[in-house]
């Protein structure tokens, strides 16, 4: 293994080299073969001399509407049964069945005489001892909090610190408002797509699960009678998260965390990135060898750590300026009705903010649903109330507290003018972190630095799942596309691609199309699914208070 990866990289150092030298040349005619689609994507629709709106904007959060109403405001009515379900509150009814443990026909053991508490066992012959129930699991390789966190690792990220600000020195204060908004309704996409996505799975004989939305656009549409249609739909979406996995979720992570630790250290040599790029890419290696569950036992430890430092550091400033945080509220309440002083005023403001929440959480994306779908449980809709928490993680606390932060140290207007857009959002948000934090920059750039890694070790899942998907699955296969992944870490870190990245981008977001015409096709199932595992919920408590012991206290 070492001998090749030796191979490899004296293979790719000529070749960066040559690269580094043709930077402009390469981009200038990636551009021209490719330009049409990334501008067909980001098609802004012209509403007024004023003001444009992206479409697929518009189909990201119609569809995030739909949701919201067609599955009565899960996004609110289930949230504290999805923190229930991350703590492990209905592990055993998901690995086993509620029928098998809780329903009228399951034997009963007196566990506790004393108290003449009643288990549930199985309905297997001979009944089943509680210890050694947990050994019937269900499908799937990782628990709820690793999915979660292998999702969230995908999107928590540069859109949180830089995007952020971006936004508000365009939308000025009140596009936070509308950021919240464009939270709150994704969740309801993401339920959607994520019950979706274990519900259509395919799992391996040797237990390795195969999901997303390549596999419920096949499989779901192909019940509807629209099977043709359906592959299709798959097909494009394998090629469009393949493609984005390469561009947004590997090359812009590795240079923008190669231009930050070079900065950071003050690295001024010429291949001071392909250096680092090369680190960045065993690193990436040792994870993305060993699949989902390794990569899954990263995130859950390297997502709570990071987000919890950068949060953390908001609240400090947050607390430390007390008695600004109503003012900050007003200022974004205000702005999010009136548009003063912004670009295309009130229609202006709510644009840049639904924008940058949207594009934030990938909500409606489809990209989430590769992950999920790896969970063990045998309810889908389980795990999709558990990927609402995600949205709501990203934008709605993540984001708001980065804006309040801007918002907060910047009322005199010290180092941001509203209204005027800013390209480096990373030094902007370090900058108000700065200002009450000394020195906080350091810790901002490594978790910069932790964020593209972790983007990158997820997107490669991402786009593994769709490789196979088109190439089939196999070692070969495998490793084809993780060499080509690993060379793109380097290349990335080396040379700024600009066409390259955007064209990655706009293939991002292309997912979209497919992933919404399915999903609303499919509607009907989710629904299904989700009053299922409801009713297995209903049934377990109302065993419990039947006099039935809680079977998780004793797994």
């Known amino acids: 293994m070492k001998k090749k990866f030796l191979s490899l990289m004296l293979l790719v150092f000529p070749m960066i080299s040559f690269a580094q030298s043709t930077t402009d040349s390469i981009d200038a005619t990636f551009k021209n073969y490719t330009g049409w689609f ?9 509403f007024s001399d004023t003001f444009q709106i992206p479409w697929v904007l518009i189909v990201l959060i119609g569809g995030a509407l739909f949701f919201t109403i067609y599955f009565k405001f899960i996004n609110f009515t289930g949230f504290l049964t999805a923190i229930q379900v991350v703590r492990g509150k209905y592990e055993d009814i998901e690995k086993h069945g509620v029928d098998n443990l809780y329903g009228e026909n399951a034997q009963q053991k007196i566990v506790d005489e004393e108290n003449n508490e009643k288990a549930y066992g199985d309905q297997t012959p001979g009944g089943d001892l509680i210890e050694t129930i947990r050994d019937e699991s269900a499908d799937g390789e990782v628990s709820h909090f690793q999915a979660l966190t292998a999702a969230l690792s995908a999107t928590v990220g540069l859109g949180n610190i830089a995007g952020v600000a971006v936004a508000l020195s365009i939308g000025g204060p009140g596009a936070t408002f509308w950021m919240i908004v464009a939270g709150l309704l ?23 699960v195969y999901g997303g939305p390549m596999y419920y656009l096949t499989k779901g549409l192909k019940e509807k009678g629209a099977g043709g249609f359906g592959k299709v739909l798959a097909v494009l979406f394998a090629i469009f998260v393949i493609g984005g996995s390469f561009g947004g979720g590997n090359m812009f992570q590795a240079n923008q965390a190669a231009a930050q630790f070079t900065k950071l250290f003050e690295l001024t040599g010429p291949n001071a990135g392909l250096y680092f ?19 899954a036992s990263v995130t859950e430890k390297v997502v709570p750590f990071m987000a919890g430092i950068y949060v953390l550091a908001a609240l400090i400033i947050l607390f430390a300026n007390f008695s600004l945080i109503d003012d900050a509220f007003a200022l974004i309440y205000e702005g999010a009705f009136s548009g003063l002083g912004i670009a295309g005023g009130l229609i202006g403001v709510m644009i840049q903010g639904i924008r940058r929440g ?13 992950a999920h779908s790896a969970v063990r449980t045998k309810y889908p809709a389980s795990e999709g109330i558990v990927a609402l928490l995600e949205p709501f993680v990203d934008t709605v606390v993540i984001c708001t507290m980065t804006a309040l932060v801007i918002i907060i140290t910047n009322f005199d207007g010290q180092f941001m003018q509203y209204g005027v857009e800013i390209k480096e959002g990373v030094e902007l948000t370090a900058i108000a972190f700065d200002s009450v934090i000394p020195h906080f920059s350091v810790v901002l750039t490594i978790a910069v630095i932790l964020f593209a890694f972790s983007t990158m070790i997820s997107w490669s899942y991402y786009g593994m799942q769709g490789w196979k998907f088109l190439f089939g699955k196999g070692k070969i296969t495998d490793l084809v596309y993780k060499v080509l992944f690993l060379m793109f870490v380097v290349v ?18 292309a997912m979209v199309v497919p992933n919404i015409i399915g999903v609303i ?16 919920i209903n049934k377990k408590e109302e065993a419990i208070e039947d006099g039935a012991v809680d079977i998780n206290e004793h797994m």
């Open 492 to 509: 990335g870190a080396s040379i700024s691609l600009g066409a390259v990245i955007d064209f990655s981008d706009a293939m991002i977001f």
């Open 38 to 46: 990334v501008d067909a994507i980001f098609y802004e629709i012209p």
């Open 277 to 295: 790029g090369i680190v960045m890419a065993v690193l990436v290696a040792v994870v993305i060898i060993g699949g989902i569950k390794r990569i």
């Open 358 to 370: 949207a594009f934030s959480n990938e909500a409606g994306v489809g990209s989430a649903a590769i």
């Open 186 to 208: 994704g969740m309801a996409s993401k339920f959607a797509e994520c019950t979706l996505g274990v519900k259509y799975r395919d799992v391996g004989e040797d237990g390795t």
């Open 521 to 536: 096709m499919l509607s009907p199932v989710i629904k299904k699914e989700l009053s299922k595992y409801m009713n297995a």
